[in-house]
């Protein structure tokens, strides 16, 4: 019997079924794109935009000192918070996921951290500023134990304040994915391995950590996506003093000045691919999720 009519029968349903996502993903994804990075040759004067094709924002961008510097600055930030986030977030995701054996208090412990959510996104950046100012908790605690004599300027309107908001409100995005990995890890390898004698450091390297490289890259990317695209954050713990590629834009579009705030759209937007195709090679998630 031949099997072509069923098989062609199929395709077609898979089609049909394919047709809206593949239609929604062009329409709200790859046309807004192609239109920014079109948009970003686009002639631009002070007052004015025109479509004539033109390198001229283009040139700008990499000639600026101020647009490199933002660049640069969103990629050192970017790295540390990454770092920290892994750093805060990892011993954090362990606890939780593998070292607490009740799922319901392992669960309500997640739960705990997703709370700061409940408030809105400004707010949580916001509350720091009562925190890390000159007359702030955190100085008047430090002056009361006697650890410091005079208040610590830098905490507040600083790249130091913008790390510390950034780390706090992007954590818990790299402690859910680890300790939901952890939390699928067979306690009976970790006691077979015990069993033979392996002590902690081992079982974590040869275990542990390679059995939750697929939670590490899944927030690695959830953290990286945001920070490289961030704004608000730096815009309000920075006192402007922090220039991010988000900023620029801000302000580019604020200024109606369409073809430069697209130039730095798609420069962003070309280092985000680059950073999650280069956590991709990492693992392969299809396979570990």
Do not use: H
């Not at 362990?94 to 208090?105: D, H, I, R, Y």
């Not at 390898?189 to 040869?206: M, N, Q, S, Y």
């Not at 899944?218 to 953290?223: H, K, M, P, R, S």
């Amino acid at each position: 019997m031949s099997t072509t009519a069923p098989s062609t029968e199929r395709n077609g349903y898979t089609s049909w079924l394919l047709a809206p996502g593949v239609f929604w993903m062009i329409l709200f994804l790859v046309a807004p794109i192609m239109m920014i990075v079109y948009v970003s040759f686009w002639t631009q004067t002070t007052f004015a935009i025109n479509s004539t094709l033109t390198l001229d924002s283009w040139k700008n961008f990499f000639s600026s000192e101020a647009y490199v510097g933002a660049l640069w600055t969103t990629l050192r930030l970017w790295l540390i918070v990454l770092a920290l986030t892994f750093i805060i977030g990892y011993p954090a995701a362990l606890f939780v996921g593998l070292l607490v054996k009740s799922k319901t208090v392992s669960t309500v412990l997640l739960v705990l951290c997703v709370i700061p959510f409940w408030t809105s996104f400004l707010i949580r950046v916001l509350a720091w500023r009562p925190m890390l100012g000159k007359e702030g908790a955190i100085n008047i605690i430090l002056q009361e134990l006697g650890l410091i004599d005079s208040p610590i300027e830098v905490l507040l309107f600083s790249e130091l304040s913008v790390i510390i908001g950034m780390t706090q409100i992007y954590v818990v995005f790299m402690v859910g994915p680890i300790a939901f990995m952890l939390g699928r890890i067979d306690r009976n390898i970790i006691e077979a391995a015990r069993d033979l004698g392996a002590g902690f450091g081992r079982i974590f390297w040869k275990i542990i950590f390679p059995l939750s490289l697929p939670g590490v890259v899944v927030g690695a990317i959830f953290v990286s996506v945001m920070v490289l695209g961030e704004f608000a954050t730096s815009g309000a713990l920075s006192g402007r003093k922090v220039n991010l590629l988000g900023n620029i834009i801000v302000t580019q579009v604020g200024s109606l000045k369409w073809a430069m705030a697209s130039v730095v759209g798609v420069i962003l937007t070309i280092l985000l691919g680059i950073v999650v195709a280069g956590f991709l090679r990492i693992v392969d998630l299809k396979s570990e999720l």
